[in-house]
C-alpha cells in the first residue's frame, strides 16, 4: 500500500498507545473507568448488597452531635440493641425505641467511614437526626457516570427539569445547613450547603483509601442507579469503545 512501507511510527505515539492498553482509558461519560483488569477477588462493594435507594434528607440541627450519640447510646444499653450493629432493622429498633425522644418528623441514620486499609471494616458510625421526609429522591435522576475531579473518581448526578428545580429551591432555602445524602438508608455524604444550586447537578466522593478502591464504589453505584431508576448508560466515547 502507497505510504506504509516507509512509514515511521512517532515515538510518541508508540508510547500513548502502550499505556492505553496496560492501564485502559479514561474518559468522560464512558459507562465504567477501568485499568484494564478486573476487580480482585478480596473486593467486596458496599452497595452492590443493597437495591440502590437514593435519598437526600435533610438533618436536623436541634440536638447536639453528643447529646444524639449519648441518647443512641442509652437506647442501645436499655433495649439490648447489639453495638457495631448498624444494618436497617437495627436501625429500625432505634428509631422506635427513641420515640418521642427526638423530634417530631425526625429518624436516626448513620453516616459510616470504612477503614481505609481493611475496607469491609466499619472505622466510625456517627448517628445523624434526619428530617424523615426526603427532599430529593433517585426517581428525580436524569442521569449518574463516573468521573474524574483533582484526580479523584467522583459519582456525578444530573437530576432532571423538575428535580432541577426542586434542587435549586431545597439548596436556595437551606444554605448553611447539611443535606445527608443516603443509599439504602445509610448515610454517605454529608455536604454543607453553601449556596444554591441552579444547574441540578450534584457530585459524589467516597471514603478514603486507594483509589482504585474508590473508584470501583463508585463505578458500583453508578451501576445500581442506573438499574433501579432505569437511567440510560452514558454514550461511550471512540477511544472508550475501542479499548473496552
Not at 76 to 94: C, F, P, Q
Not at 101 to 129: M, N, R, V
Not at 137 to 160: E, R
Not at 217 to 228: C, G, Q, S, T
Request: a neutral charge; charged letters at 25%.
Amino acid at each position: 500500500m502507497k505510504g506504509v512501507k516507509n512509514f515511521i511510527p512517532d515515538p510518541a505515539l508508540i508510547l500513548l498507545w502502550t499505556f492505553l492498553v496496560l492501564f485502559g482509558v479514561a474518559c468522560s461519560g464512558s459507562d465504567s473507568f477501568q485499568r484494564g483488569k478486573d476487580k480482585p477477588s478480596s473486593y467486596s462493594s458496599i452497595f452492590l448488597k443493597g437495591e440502590g435507594v437514593l435519598e437526600f434528607k435533610l438533618v436536623d440541627e436541634s440536638l447536639s452531635d453528643d447529646r444524639l450519640r449519648d441518647l443512641v447510646s442509652e437506647v442501645r444499653n436499655k433495649n439490648h440493641i447489639l453495638e457495631g450493629s448498624y444494618d436497617a432493622k437495627t436501625v429500625s429498633e432505634i428509631n422506635q425505641a427513641l420515640g418521642s425522644q427526638i423530634p417530631a418528623g425526625t429518624e436516626i441514620a448513620y453516616e459510616l467511614h470504612f477503614d481505609p486499609i481493611d475496607s469491609k471494616k466499619i472505622d466510625k458510625a456517627l448517628p445523624l437526626l434526619l428530617v424523615k421526609k426526603a427532599v430529593l429522591t433517585g426517581d428525580s435522576l436524569q442521569s449518574a457516570k463516573v468521573g474524574i475531579k483533582n484526580s479523584m473518581p467522583y459519582v456525578f448526578l444530573q437530576f432532571n427539569p423538575q428535580g432541577a428545580e426542586d434542587f435549586k429551591v431545597v439548596t436556595g432555602q437551606n444554605i448553611s445547613k447539611r443535606l445527608a445524602i443516603l443509599v439504602d438508608g445509610t448515610v454517605y455524604v454529608v455536604p454543607k450547603i453553601e449556596s444554591t444550586v441552579p444547574d441540578g447537578k450534584a457530585q459524589l466522593r467516597f471514603g478514603v483509601g486507594e483509589y482504585q478502591r474508590q473508584f470501583d464504589e463508585a463505578d458500583d453505584l453508578v451501576r445500581i442507579l442506573r438499574r433501579r431508576y432505569h437511567l440510560e448508560p452514558e454514550k461511550k466515547s471512540w477511544l472508550d469503545r475501542l479499548f473496552h
